[in-house]
Structure formats: structure tokens, C-alpha cells
């Protein structure tokens, strides 16, 4: 009798499997060639450039690496994974600010110069853009695996969870800048671009914290659109 009762669940279950078997694989949308041409085209391009007499050789591989992991991921992920082309273009805008930071270093780049004059800034506030990028742009990645591999569907607790996750890259990488800085000591300098500022690691999550919040808030419908 308990096996005869437990049987008409199986087809709702089986349901249900599929269905979020179906959400879990969504097709993206064809990618476009502009986005091929700056994913495949200008970031190679900059990051030849960057490697070029940059400014410190230690501080270009300590800024580059991302660049030289996140490459073959994004061609792993265009055969087996694709993303959405809002997701392919801010991640390689996230990597044309990783190179252009590590050719020059943050406290040093002209952009930021310029910026510093224009604005009447204390700093060179381009390690400020480089951390808004490192909140913004993790936000959209995670939203995508999280709609794409998970049940969980646009709404507070998947804000929440996206938020949480670009914190915990932040802090990951503020740990990262603590053992450079323990082992390279006065070698590290130039990568930790504090610039004299004892609360930098507060301003550069704020920073993560503000960049997720605002990316999630401008670009969610947009990024939801691609996905259907």
C-alpha cells in the first residue's frame, strides 16, 4: 500500500526535475560580433600592450593574472557555457581596467591623474573604479550561473546571494593583498596602491559593495531579457 501511494508522486516529480532541468540550461542568445571582436580582439590586443615596459613588472603579473586565468575560462565557457553578451562585454571590460591598471599601477595610471586634477581629489582614485568594476561585474556573473544552475529566480534572495558572493570575492582579494604585503613587504606597495589611506580595504569593499548594488539595480531586466 505505502509503495502504490508513494508511485503517483513520481510523474510530479519527474516534472519538476525537468523543469528546472530545462531553467538550468537556457539557450544564449547568438553572440554578436561586436562582442567577439572586444572579447577576442581588444582585450588580447591591450594585454599585449600592457606587457610592454609596464611601470613594475611585479605589479603588472600580481594585476594581470586575472587576465591571463578569466581568457581560456571565457573560451571554456563559449563551447560549454555560454554567456550572455551583457556578461561576455562586462567582463572584458573588467579586463581592459585590470591591464591598463597594471601597466601603469593604479596610484599612477594618466587616466586617474586626470581625474585626481579634474575632480580636485586627495588621490588617484582609478584603484576606486578598479574595485566599483570588481563588485559590478562579479554581480552579473554570479547572477547568471545562479539563474542558470540553480532554482532560485530573480527576487530578494537572489539579490541577497549575489551581493554576499561579490563581498567574499572582495575580502578574498583584500587577503590576497595582506600575504603580498607580508611577504613582499616594501615590494608590494605599488599593487596594494593604498596611497597612504589606513582605511583603503573599507573603501575598496564599499567600493565591490556599491559597484554589485548599482550593476544589479541598472542592469538586472536587461540581463533577465538575454537569459529568456
Known sequence: M???RARPAMPERCSLMARLSERALPASPPQPRLVSLLVWGLVPGVLLWSGVSPHDWLTWWLEV??????????????????????????????MLVLLY???????????????????GLSRNPFDR?????????????AREILLRRTPLTPGGWLTFLVISVCLAISAGYELIEFAA????????????????????????????????????????????????
Do not use: E
Open 101 to 119: 591598471g597594471g601597466h601603469y599601477t593604479y596610484a599612477l595610471t594618466p587616466a586617474g591623474d586626470w581625474l585626481q586634477s579634474w575632480l
Open 65 to 94: 593574472l586575472p587576465v591571463l586565468v578569466g581568457l581560456p575560462l571565457l573560451a571554456w565557457c563559449h563551447r560549454h557555457f555560454p554567456l550572455t553578451p551583457l556578461v561576455q562585454v562586462a567582463i572584458a571590460l573588467h
Open 2 to 4: 505505502d509503495s502504490n
Open 181 to 228: 604585503a607580508r611577504l613582499l613587504g616594501q615590494g608590494a606597495d605599488q599593487f596594494l596602491a593604498m596611497q597612504g589611506d589606513v582605511w583603503d580595504t573599507q573603501w575598496d569593499m564599499l567600493c565591490a559593495l556599491i559597484g554589485a548594488s548599482v550593476s544589479l539595480l541598472l542592469f538586472s531586466r536587461w540581463h533577465d531579457r538575454q537569459l529568456a
Open 129 to 141: 573604479i578598479g574595485h566599483l568594476m570588481q563588485g559590478a561585474v562579479p554581480a552579473l556573473v
